[in-house]
């Protein structure tokens, strides 16, 4: 009979317990990996109240961990028990024409650790072996810790929306909403040669907290209106790029107001159901040739180059944790990602 192991199960949403299951095996052609970290996202906490599309209940949640391998199937090479790895929670096919052309987060047969498949808010986690040959495991490097590699996805997704909206030197950027991922936005958009970085926030200490991440101009709009704000900040010519780093329609109004010809808007955060339809100055996009495109998840590629970036101190993402917890207080590290009252919650496993 298999040993057991803690883990938080969510059962169905506003049911989330905390008990012991069965420790699984390790996949054929797959790892099974120790946790000792997972961190807390904002679509966890969607996960836990409301649910989400791509979630099939029950399940473990969790989908940012790293850990040390505890198992590798014998006809597995290229890794040993005992090494510390990061593992990605996307499970591309490696075989549809969009794995093919180089965008498996957008594989038509995904499955995704922590939503189709058990995730890392237990003692151990399955790595089943599509996820190993799609490069969903990467070596830590040394010296990088398990809390920071965990938070290797999250940036790594803030690295796809970049490429994608195609920000580079010279660049003026505007990010609105200063949590987590807005706050990784302004070193990525740093990193890759922005001159102006704007961020606008609207909670109090989130503002507080955004005067220490880099960005060149914090913006609270109930001092000052974005878009007349940034249009004077900048000489009346705009931003090259916006990200929409909270789910918010003004924000989505603004951003229009405040794009440069030949801008790019990128909804970086999924909008809640009742503005999945906002009405878009679509003559505004035209005159301007703006364009206004959307950003999920992140593929292999961008999750090693992270870790990477995070390794070698390029990029910081120790000021974003702030709180670690232990399993057992999963649902207050929920309630602090829910309720905006911290930043990254990273749940740590002896």
Request: proline letters at 6%.
């Amino acid at each position: 009979m298999n040993d057991l192991m803690q883990a938080a199960v969510l059962r169905e949403p506003g049911d989330l317990i905390n008990i012991r299951v069965p420790k699984p095996f390790c996949p054929p052609g797959g790892l099974l990996v120790r946790v000792r970290a997972c961190a807390l996202c904002a679509t966890d906490a969607k996960m836990w109240r409301q649910g989400h599309r791509d979630l099939i209940l029950p399940r473990i949640l969790g989908h940012e961990v790293a850990g040390e391998i505890a198992a590798v199937d014998p006809g597995l090479s290229g890794f040993e028990v005992g090494q510390r790895v990061q593992v990605a929670p996307g499970l591309p096919c490696g075989r549809c024409r969009w794995c093919l052309r180089g965008a498996p987060n957008m594989c038509q047969d995904m499955r995704i650790i922590g939503f189709h498949c058990d995730g890392g808010l237990a003692q151990y986690l399955a790595v089943p072996a599509a996820g190993v040959q799609q490069g969903a495991v990467s070596l830590l490097p040394r010296g990088l810790s398990c809390d920071r590699g965990a938070l290797a996805e999250p940036l790594a997704c803030c690295l796809n929306a970049q490429e994608l909206t195609r920000v580079g030197p010279g660049d003026r950027v505007a990010i609105f909403g200063a949590g987590p991922q807005g706050r990784l936005h302004v070193q990525v958009a740093r990193l890759r040669g922005a001159s102006l970085i704007i961020l606008i926030e609207t909670d109090p200490a989130r503002l507080k907290a955004a005067t220490t991440v880099g960005a060149d101009l914090v913006l609270d709009p109930a001092q000052q209106q974005p878009v007349a704000a940034i249009r004077d900040y900048t000489h009346g010519q705009g931003v090259d790029a916006v990200f929409l780093a909270c789910g918010s329609a003004a924000a989505l109004d603004w951003g229009l107001g405040v794009l440069a010809k030949r801008g790019r808007l990128c909804l970086y955060s999924g909008m809640p159901k009742e503005g999945e339809t906002l009405p878009v100055n679509l003559n505004r996009l035209h005159y301007l040739e703006a364009s206004l495109l959307g950003a999920y998840g992140c593929t292999s590629r961008q999750n090693a180059l992270a870790l990477e970036l995070i390794a070698q101190h390029r990029l910081r993402v120790d000021q974003e944790i702030s709180h670690r917890l232990p399993l057992e207080e999963v649902t207050q590290g929920l309630e602090v990602v829910l309720n905006r009252t911290g930043l990254k919650v990273v749940i740590e496993f002896n």
